[in-house]
C-alpha cells in the first residue's frame, strides 16, 4: 500500500476555502437524496449511458456557468450514482479538455465524528467527515486512471493510504471505461466501507488537482442514502 502522510497548518485553511457561492447558498444540496440499488449485473462497465435510464441524476450541474478566470480542465455536467451488493458505480457526464483531476470526497458513513474535515470549502461542508477521496485523473487516450485513497486522521493532521486503484485500456475495461461524453466507473463498496442501507455525502471537485485556490468555484456537496 502506498501511503502519504499529510500535516495540516493553520495556513492551509486559506488557501481551501474556495469553493463556489453555490454550495453555501443553494439549499437542494442540503437535503439527502436516496440511491436506490439494482439487481447485479443490471450496470454494464462500457462508457455508455444506455443503462443508465433508470437511475436519476444525483447532481444536474456541478460546475458554475460562469467559468470564472481559471475554468478546471473538466467540465463536470452531471453524476449518476447506484450500487447493487456487490458494487457502487458512479456515470459522470464530462468534457474534459486535456488531462485534468475530478475529486470525489467520500463521508462513507454519514457520522461527522469518523473521518477528517479537510477539504474546508464552505461551512456547510462541516456537516461531513471525509473518510475516502476518489481521484479521477483524465489524460489523452481517452485514458482514465481511478483511485480511492482512505483517509487516516492523525493528531496533528491526517494521513492518507491508497485503498483501490484502475486504469482503464482496451483490454482492461472491467472496472473503468470512458466515452467522448461519459465516464464510467465501479469500486468494490468494501473499499470504502459501505454496507447499504447507509447515509452517505459527496462532494465532486473539478479542479486542477492539488490544493485549492481561490479559482476551484466548481463543486457540489450532495448528501444521499444508499437504499438497501
Known sequence: MKNKVIYIM?????????????????????????VAGVPPGTIVIDGRANDW???SAITPQVGLTDR??????????SVKVTHDNKYIYFLLQAQPSGGGVVEIYVDADGEKATGTS???VEKVVLDAGWDFVIKLTYAAG????????????????????LAFE???SWEDRSYTATSRQFQEFRIPLNAMNMTP????????????????????????????????
Not at 146 to 153: G, L
Not at 199 to 219: I, N, P, Q, S, Y
Request: with cysteine; charged share 25%; net charge positive.
Open 118 to 120: 479537510i477539504p474546508v
Open 10 to 34: 493553520p495556513v492551509l485553511f486559506l488557501v481551501i476555502s474556495g469553493c463556489g457561492q453555490n454550495t453555501s447558498t443553494d439549499k437542494t444540496n442540503r437535503k439527502s437524496v436516496s
Open 53 to 55: 435510464e433508470n437511475v
Open 142 to 161: 481517452p485514458v482514465l486512471t481511478t483511485q480511492v485513497e482512505k483517509f487516516i486522521v492523525l493528531p496533528n493532521g491526517y494521513k492518507s493510504e
Open 197 to 228: 442501507p447507509t447515509d452517505v455525502a459527496f462532494l465532486f471537485t473539478e479542479g486542477w488537482g492539488g490544493m485549492r485556490t481561490k479559482f476551484d468555484k466548481h463543486c457540489q456537496f450532495i448528501k444521499a442514502t444508499l437504499e438497501k
Open 166 to 168: 484502475h486504469k482503464n
Open 68 to 77: 470564472g478566470e481559471m475554468p478546471p480542465k473538466i467540465d463536470l455536467h
